[in-house]
Every structure is written in C-alpha cells, then in structure tokens.
T-cell receptor, first 110, second 114 residues
Framework: EAQVTQNPRYLITVTGKKLTVTCSQN?????MSWYRQDPGLGLRQIYY???????DKGDVPEGYKVSRKEKRNFPLILESPSPNQTSLYFC?????????FGPGTRLTVL | SQKIEQNSEALNIQEGKTATLTCNYT??????LQWYRQDPGRGPVFLLL?????KEKRKERLKVTFDTTLKQSLFHITASQPADSATYLC?????????????FGKGNQVVVIP
C-alpha cells in the first residue's frame, strides 16, 4: 500500500530533550516536506526537500533540523524542544504537485 | 506578506444541496492552487489541483474555479452527502511564493445535515 508513515504518533517530552520524528514513504517520491498544524494558524511548512541531500527552509524552520540521506526517509529533528513546539506535525511526500500526508505526530513539550 | 483567507465559520448545508467554499488570497501570484480534505485527527487528503492558466476543474461531484484577477478560488461540492462533512483546505504553490513551497489556508469546515 502506498503510504507515508510517521513515528512516533504521540510523544510527550520535556524542554531541552532532543528528539527525532521519523518519516518514511514507499512511493519513490523525490519531494518531501514537514508541516506543523496549530489551532488558529493552520498548516505551516517547516522544511522541504526536493531530493536526496537537498533541503530548504519553509515558513517556520526555527528550532528544527532535517536531513535527507535517502530518498524514502526525511526525519525531523528537534535539538532542544521548547513548549512553543507543542503541535501536530505532518510529513508529506509529493509527485506532480499532489501531496500525500502521513497520519501525524502529536507532540507535547512540557 | 502573503495572506490566504478561508471562512472561519462552519458551513452547514442540507444533504443534496451544493456546498460552496471560498479561498481568497493577497500579495501572492501562485502557479497552482490545490484543495485538500481533512478529517479530525488525520492528515489532509489531496482533492484537486488547478493551474493559474485554468479557469475550472472538475472531478466527480467536485468543481474548482480559479480567478487570478479576483485572486479567488471557489470550491463546490454538488449533491452533498453526510460523508462530505470535513474541513477543506486550500493551498497555494509556486509563482511569487517560490517553487515547491506550499502555503495553506486555515480551512473551512463543512457539515452536511441528513
């Protein structure tokens, strides 16, 4: 089944404790992206990647890192999470401008 | 800066009627405009894409129009069904915003009443 998977789906952590949210797609898409969704603010793009080893900032990249060492994986790294990064995170891959979203990761930073 | 506006009030509509949603944007000249459906707690699902040089696109009971002069897209669900109840997001890509960058509106909830 063609899909985008994210792990973990739910995470509660504390300020400053480094964490990684994994994202993987099995559709051989070159484009991948990370978004966060917050009430009243909608979906905002964090980072995107056009291909392996190519990443670019979206609208809200501060406090996040990404890497794209393989085509299928695009992990999101929070080196020192803060409470304002509490949010619902979505990974997506795309082909022909059509984005396929993962199921989301609900992150709470205490 | 770019601004994308969707109605924040939920649209309540009787089953069988046509639901019409609006997406307005300012300070922006997108190359593409997309519509997505999002159910509570789930990721958005792609519905339709329309290019800047296209006026209208249809897919089954869905119709999208794109007026680059008015900077507006209309999204229609004809013969609406309770299963159409969801939040619908418009998204703009490319053009003056930059290729491969996607900006979303906040979404407009639709409730189809049986």
């Amino acid at each position: 089944e063609a899909q985008v998977t994210q792990n973990p789906r739910y995470l509660i952590t504390v300020t400053g404790k480094k964490l990684t949210v994994t994202c993987s797609q099995n559709m051989n898409h070159e484009y991948m992206s990370w978004y966060r969704q917050d009430p009243g603010l909608g979906l905002r793009q964090i980072y995107y990647s056009m291909n392996v080893e190519v990443t670019d900032k979206g609208d809200v990249p501060e406090g996040y890192k990404v890497s794209r060492k393989e085509k299928r994986n695009f992990p999101l790294i929070l080196e020192s999470p803060s409470p304002n990064q509490t949010s619902l995170y979505f990974c997506a891959s795309a082909t022909n401008n059509e984005q396929f979203f993962g199921p989301g990761t609900r992150l709470t930073v205490l | 800066s770019q601004k994308i506006e969707q109605n924040s009030e939920a649209l309540n509509i009787q089953e069988g009627k046509t639901a019409t949603l609006t997406c307005n944007y300012t300070n922006y000249s997108p190359a593409y405009l997309q519509w997505y459906r999002q159910d509570p707690g789930r990721g958005p699902v792609f519905l339709l894409l329309i290019r800047e040089n296209e006026k209208e696109k249809r897919k089954e009971r869905l119709k999208v129009t794109f007026d680059t002069t008015l900077k507006q897209s209309l999204f229609h669900i004809t013969a609406s069904q309770p299963a159409d109840s969801a939040t619908y997001l418009c998204a703009l890509e490319g053009g003056s915003y930059g290729n491969n960058r996607l900006a979303f509106g906040k979404g407009n909830q639709v409730v189809v009443i049986p």
